[in-house]
T-cell receptor, first 117, second 112 residues
Framework: GAVVSQHPSRVICKSGTSVKIECRSL??????MFWYRQFPKQSLMLMAT?????????EQGVEKDKFLINHASLTLSTLTVTSAHPEDSSFYIC?????????????FGQGTRLTVV | GENVEQHPSTLSVQEGDSAVIKCTYS??????FPWYKQELGKGPQLIID???NVGEKKDQRIAVTLNKTAKHFSLHITETQPEDSAVYFC???????????WGAGTKLIIKP
């Protein structure tokens, strides 16, 4: 199947700093990328949907100024957690859907474990 | 909007036995139903999916069935092995331009 590479896999940062997470589709073009947050033993919670070249659509309750999403190309989307606080500590996962006609699978990155100290 | 319910939350089966996980959805417009396997500390991995124009799909030890009338779909794993232990998520979508709506997940434990 297609490969989505997410980097870094783990990051520890100090409160008040910003962290950038990258999501790349390695062997396909992704018109749409999704960013999720997952708490322990829970399902994935969609944070935002991004389409290449346009602004991301954020889910209700997600602060767009805190979680900056940039989908600059058909193979790269980034999530920046700004002014991170301990409550932002979580597992962040991106997924990408390929260009195509009809339904297409969503492929997921390996996830990023963010710890804010 | 769409709502997906998944049962059971935890399933423990003896190695070699079969495991069945069930999901129901509410939006009759949903037409794409993937199943994902998530191992600890990793992202979800697509294991099988089904579209609304078919009732069953099989891939070796894994099968998915879909009942559009009842709005439910199930994952069947036969001859379970220790490496099948993971959390499994079902999801539903109306199409590639729509987000996946996720079930709550099922922790599958394979007992040796």
């Amino acid at each position: 199947g297609a490969v989505v590479s997410q980097h870094p896999s783990r990051v520890i940062c100090k409160s008040g700093t910003s962290v950038k997470i990258e999501c790349r589709s390695l062997d396909f073009q992704a018109t749409t990328m999704f960013w999720y947050r997952q708490f322990p033993k829970q399902s994935l919670m969609l944070m935002a949907t991004s389409n290449e070249g346009s602004k991301a659509t954020y889910e209700q309750g997600v602060e767009k100024d805190k979680f900056l999403i940039n989908h600059a190309s058909l193979t790269l989307s980034t999530l920046t957690v700004t002014s991170a606080h301990p409550e932002d500590s979580s597992f962040y996962i991106c997924s990408a859907r390929a260009l195509g006609v009809g339904d297409t699978e969503a492929f997921f990155g390996q996830g990023t474990r963010l710890t804010v100290v | 909007g769409e709502n997906v319910e998944q049962h059971p939350s935890t399933l423990s089966v003896q190695e070699g036995d079969s495991a069945v996980i069930k999901c129901t959805y509410s939006d009759s417009a949903s037409n794409y139903f993937p199943w994902y396997k998530q191992e600890l500390g990793k992202g979800p991995q697509l294991i099988i999916d089904i579209r609304s124009n078919v009732g069953e799909k099989k891939d070796q030890r894994i099968a998915v069935t879909l009942n559009k009338t009842a709005k439910h779909f199930s994952l069947h794993i036969t001859e379970t092995q220790p490496e099948d232990s993971a959390v499994y998520f079902c999801a539903a979508s109306k199409g590639s331009n729509y987000q996946l709506i996720w079930g709550a997940g099922t922790k599958l434990i394979i007992k040796p």
